[in-house]
């Protein structure tokens, strides 16, 4: 019996490993809990009744901003970044196979935006449009071009600045995802379909696509997820029309009232929803994959 018996460190192991989890996702389910408060409800515990007023509240955009407007923003941007990130990092890691000239500067340079802060990064760029916005008004001004000098405002905006910012973070993780998967790709498999007749586009459509398939609805998921409460990189360079996340921290010192824990629950529940597409996603495709390589 007693060689059955747990050791005194696997307790104390466990008990820190609770506690880690407990601090992790403690705040989000105290957030959720609150969310759930009566009209009388407050931001601190104990519950003053139990419903879902605060959703209905923000259901019906009765709050201090445009909620769903940001909403709106900020998933079209998510999707965007998503598509961009998982094209451009398939590319890039399918690529990077070979050596050509300025591989390592061009490595280097894109996984540099990981080092830098992100407050550093937006404000770069930002930096940029606004030498873009004088170039262009200057421009016009010498030019005589009214319309455009009296009409043009900045090119600052969601799918310019606030795009080319949101790629700087999701980016590196897609390409060192990519990087990766292609450092230990079976090789073999093109060649054999190389020596069938098959030509380099249906090597890359029948063989190459289908084993990457899982990995690659991991980048998706990376650059959507990442998209979608990134804060930093996007304060200064998203230009007027601000994202959920911006709304979000803003409302942190206006609102008062458990509507601001709704609204952290609905943004903490699409991120939980795109993690269980993407792990269906990556069962569907492992099964398409196996189902190619034995058929």
Do not use: C
């Not at 969601?158 to 999701?170: I, K, Q, V, Y």
């Not at 073999?188 to 890359?204: C, H, K, M």
């Not at 029309?241 to 409302?251: K, S, W």
């Amino acid at each position: 019996m007693d060689e059955d018996r747990r050791p005194l460190t696997f307790w104390l192991l466990g008990a820190f490993f609770a506690l880690f989890v407990a601090f992790l996702y403690g705040p989000t389910l105290t957030i959720l809990v609150l969310s759930f408060q009566g009209p009388e409800g407050g931001l601190t515990f104990p519950l003053r009744g139990l419903s879902t007023h605060w959703y209905q509240t923000l259901w019906a955009g009765a709050g201090v901003i445009d909620i769903w407007a940001s909403f709106r923003r900020s998933l079209r941007l998510g999707v965007v970044v998503m598509v961009l990130t998982t094209v451009i990092s398939l590319l890039a890691g399918y690529a990077f196979r070979r050596r050509f000239f300025g591989q390592g500067l061009l490595f280097n340079l894109t996984i540099a935006s990981l080092i830098v802060p992100s407050i550093v990064v937006s404000l770069g760029i930002a930096l940029e449009f606004r030498l873009l916005d004088d170039a262009v008004k200057a421009f016009a001004e010498e030019n005589g071009v009214e319309w455009l000098s009296e009409g043009y405002a900045t090119a600052m905006g969601l799918f310019t600045s606030g795009l080319g910012a949101h790629l700087t973070w999701t980016l590196p993780f897609g390409l060192l995802i990519m990087f990766a998967v292609f450092n230990r790709f079976p090789n073999d498999l093109e060649e054999a379909a190389r020596d069938l007749g098959a030509s380099p586009w249906q090597v890359f459509r029948h063989v190459v696509l289908p084993l990457v398939a899982p990995s690659l609805v991991g980048v998706a998921l990376f650059g959507f997820t990442l998209s979608w409460d990134e804060i930093a990189r996007t304060s200064q360079s998203i230009g007027d029309a601000n994202t959920l996340p911006l709304e979000l921290q803003g409302l942190t010192s206006t609102v008062t009232t458990p509507e601001i824990y709704a609204l952290g629950t609905v943004v903490t529940g699409v991120s939980v929803l795109v993690i269980a597409l993407a792990f269906v996603g990556v069962s569907i495709a492992k099964r398409r994959a196996a189902k190619r390589v034995l058929g």
